[in-house]
């Protein structure tokens, strides 16, 4: 492996639509460039970066994971990313460690939900972007059909830069607009190698078509351009390329290319594109990072000379090999075995065999320099989004947006007796994906997951399984109730018991009643004259509170209520702390069912993001399931349906949703409030409970 320094890298993070080619792609560019030694395929496993047993199970990428082509003297860092919103983590995590996104699209697809997806994402990084229409050799490619739903539904911006020869089976070839050239490939070529020739005379029209195009876009994003333009005078290619790389930095450009990963056709014209048109990581604004324990912002140049950063945006953990860390220097360089300092550890990690990866494969380097990407195993205590910097001077650099959870489901070890096992195993995964969250509910009493979607979390699963040993069955969340009061009552709780030798004795008298939602549990102690001792007042409160853990009505936490002490008796021998813990248990037993119990839901926030031609369908399922519509706006693309919901109501809704609209649509959901459940609903919810008492009594 050569050395590449700051100018000759470059970051492609490879995004895209589920099946739309892209690790196909990223194995082709690294073949063609003869960087990986065989063409490997995805649907025999062999893929360079669908190398996880999890990955070559299902038959598509679950990880990012790293390539690389080294061409014209450049090394490209390749950053396939997952296409499927449940994997969007790896895809946000790819994207913000690259410098620019090479968006990919089936030629018989064109713009799916995950395009949108990535295409939003890059542009929140405000990276270049240069779209790549495979597949051209399908049944069906059309590449003028997919380059006007680029406009249509991504931007109005994106300029061919290459147009196709012959679509589906008699794809062949390229006209190169840039070069004005035609690539015409040789038919079996195992590397995309082509002839050049002048442009076919039956395409003559179209190319005219295209290049003037292409040349008043690029034209008119520079003016000193656009004046030659108008005067008529010929723009040289080293003009355009550099016009067209300055529009792109800025976000006013994306050029569209294309080919056929699988046959390698357009691999070569696609590596040179990237080496012209994409920034060299030096080439950027000074990153913006935070000294280590303080507000105060330093700017780090993004070269050799400056101070090292390194951000760790992946840890995976492989097979044979243990943890593996991905991360991207942002300044600075670093050396095989070097020694760096982890700030929010306060540990030190040394680099030792510090390695390139090609796919699985590592390579071991003497040394990385700014803007490079590296990896480096068995690291001590390092987790996602920590900055490697140096102890004398520690950073933090800006971290990954990993996106939230969106659904939870609950879960349980087969074998009992595995909890701790459980606990473990799921503990190891979070720290491994910052987008997979567990918890232990103690309302519900079950152990909760929680990820992006249904298939990430199976995927979580089968690596519990597989990793830990652990085998989880997968059960339905049983909802949160709570319990409140609307009335107020009186009435005594009293416990006496007569033993051998000492009695037990405590008497009191409590008045019940609600206060306002969210306002808890407000204990008074009224009593004169000292009917109760006051050393046994706190005891009844406690009683009170550990009886409202289980309320009267489903067994749910009662809330927002209100108790009035306000009389009580004692005996001089009999009575103690514990007898007056249990005059509360049986006072709040005796009273709650008085005070008109009611069942409290929780009710969730949700967004629905969907074209609009389903936005009947959405809004009519969300009325089934007890939803109020609050409202809906557009943001140019896609309708913005605002409800409140139930949460008994949104199990598996990620599911239905997915085939109301053709996994179009997607949605967020945040706890919003508790409210009383309409009487025929908390009905079944207290008959179900009293069910499963019954059951548990009699087992
Ligand atoms: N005909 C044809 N099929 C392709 C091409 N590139 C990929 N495929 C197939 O399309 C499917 C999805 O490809 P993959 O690279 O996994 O897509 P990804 O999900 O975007 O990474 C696989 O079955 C590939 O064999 C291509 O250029 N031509
Ligand atoms: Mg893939």
Redesign the pocket.
Known sequence: MNEYASTAIRNVAVV??????????VDALAFVAGSSKRHG???EGS?LT?YSPDEIEKG??INLALAYAEWEGVKINLI?TP?FLDFAGDTEAGIFAADASLI?LGATTGVEVGTEKVWDYSRQFHHPAIFFV??M??EHANFEKVYSDIREHLSPKAIPVEIPIGEGAQFHGIVNLITRKAHLYRSGTKTGEYDEKDIPAELKAAYEKYEQDLVETVASTDDALVERYLEGAEIAHDDLVRAMRAAMKRGELFPVLCG????TYGGRALLSEIVELVPPPNDGEPVKAEKWGSAEKVELAPRDEAGLSALVFKIISEPHVGDVTFFRIYSGSVKNGQETWNAARSGFEKLNHLSVAQGKEKIEVPLLHAGDIGVIAKLRDTHTNDTLSTQATPVVLPRVPFPEPAIHLAIEAKVKGEEDKLSTGLTKLAEEDPTFHWEYNPDVRQTWIRGLGERHLEVILGRLSRKFGVHANVLKPKIPYRETIKGKAEGQGKHKKQTGGRGQFGDCWIRMMPVPRGGGYVFEDQIVGGSIPNKFIPAVDRGIQEASVRGVLAGAPMVDFKVELFDGSYHTVDSNEMSFKMAGILAFKNVAPSCRPVLLEPLDDVEVATPEEYLGAVMGDLSSRRGQILGQESDGRLLKLKAIVPEAEMYKYSTQLHSITHGRATYKSTFRTYAEVPPDVAAKVIEEYQKEKKEEKEE
């Open positions: 895209g639509h589920g099946g739309s080619g892209k690790t196909s792609l395929r995805v649907k893929a669908d598509y990428s396939d296409g990919v495979s597949m050799d399908k056929a990963a699988e046959l």
